[in-house]
């Protein structure tokens, strides 16, 4: 009688191991003796790295100022109002912030611009933007997404390049930061490096410019409007031909939107030959041009001169963290070796009572 494929058996996996489930397996069992090791083991690891991170992240030396320019407070407050009254773009208005460093401020040194109260991880913000217009594609720099709306046309029609309200929104102060060497004598200017910026994989893969007309970006940019707020088309962001357009470092480094409503955002690095130590001793003085109103929605503005380590920037969170799970793993050990102890105890008693 020849087997059908409707006989018993027929759909049977193969009889292997592996289809019939016969390998060996391993299941642990969590007693006691290995429970209570490892939480404290774990414990202990996470309150040596928090630890190291902490002291690590206090050694980190700052100099911050706000310019925010409320009444009463810093300099900046007649460049503020200024902002205030004028509808954007904003003219240029510019002040001053000097301090003194009684010793070397150990480099290399970062500055970065800090802002406050800005939510830039709203929901509709953070969707507010065109991934394919800023790769570069030309169908996208034509056709803007329907999320960048209300920056998505200009009331005539034209195509706005960026679109959204993200690049609509980009932080235009900029800073000079000049040097006294000698007492009354004169002030040198600090070359800030504005290179390199801007995160690798955003500035070499997610942006890209349209390819050039003619060797010209700006005619590739034909047909498009700027962002509102903008005082100058994107084509024009920066006279290096390398660092302008869409991957101008300034605004891809803004396009990377931040998680928590108080941000920070890498403006420079300090790392001329002479200044490849730190900022030396002295007189130092930093003109703003105070370009971007944040009083109207309670917002403040902070310029920072940081160090950083081999963690990075000055974190303490980070190592407060590690320090709070590493002692509650070290709690939770002691809470089962008494929960262990005193259940073992009666256990054994009613054994001896037997």
């Known amino acids: 009688m020849a087997w059908s494929a409707t006989s018993p058996g027929?759909?049977?996996?193969d009889n292997t191991a592996f289809t019939q489930q016969r390998l060996p397996a391993w299941q642990p069992l969590l007693s006691a003796g290995i429970t209570l090791p490892l939480f404290f083991c774990v414990?202990?690891?996470?309150?040596?790295?928090?630890l190291g991170l902490y002291y690590s992240s206090n050694g980190i030396?700052?100099?911050?100022?706000?310019?925010?320019?409320?009444?009463?407070?810093?300099?900046?407050t007649a460049c503020a109002r200024v902002g205030e009254r004028v509808a954007p773009p904003?003219?240029?208005c510019t002040c001053q912030w000097c301090f003194s460093l009684p010793e070397l401020f150990q480099g290399p040194v970062f500055l970065y611009y800090e802002l406050s109260n800005f939510y830039q991880n709203n929901r509709r913000y953070v969707v507010s933007r065109d991934d394919e217009q800023l790769s570069g594609l030309a169908s996208a720099l034509r056709h803007p997404a329907n999320e960048c709306a209300p920056y998505q046309r200009t009331p005539t029609g034209l195509p706005i390049a960026p679109c959204g309200a993200i690049a609509n929104s980009l932080f235009n102060d900029s800073f000079k930061l000049l040097y006294q060497r000698q007492p009354n004598g004169p002030y040198d200017e600090v070359p800030l490096d504005r290179t390199g910026i801007a995160w690798w994989t955003d500035y070499h893969v997610k942006f890209h410019n349209p390819a050039p007309i003619n060797g010209s970006l700006k005619l590739a940019f034909h047909g498009t409007a700027k962002p509102p707020n903008w005082p100058r088309p994107v084509y024009d962001l920066s006279p290096d031909p390398n660092n302008t357009g869409f991957v101008n470092q300034d605004f891809v480094v803004w396009m990377r939107t931040a998680a928590l409503p108080t941000f920070r955002k890498l403006y420079a690095r300090i790392r001329h030959v002479n200044y490849s130590?730190?900022?030396?001793?002295?007189t130092y003085c930093v003109n703003i041009t105070y370009n971007y109103p944040v009083l109207a929605f309670g917002g403040q503005k902070r310029i920072i001169f940081s160090s950083i380590s081999w963690m990075g920037g000055k974190n303490p969170f980070l190592g407060i963290a590690y320090l709070t799970f590493g002692s509650l793993c070290i709690i939770t050990g002691f809470v089962m070796l008494i929960v262990y102890i005193r259940y073992q105890d009666e256990n054994g008693d009613g054994d001896e009572d037997e």
């Open 90 to 92: 904003h003219p240029n």
């Open 43 to 50: 414990g202990l690891a996470f309150i040596g790295l928090g």
């Open 61 to 76: 030396k700052e100099i911050e100022y706000d310019y925010t320019g409320e009444p009463g407070i810093g300099n900046c």
């Open 10 to 13: 027929a759909n049977q996996p």
């Open 277 to 282: 130590a730190g900022l030396p001793r002295g």
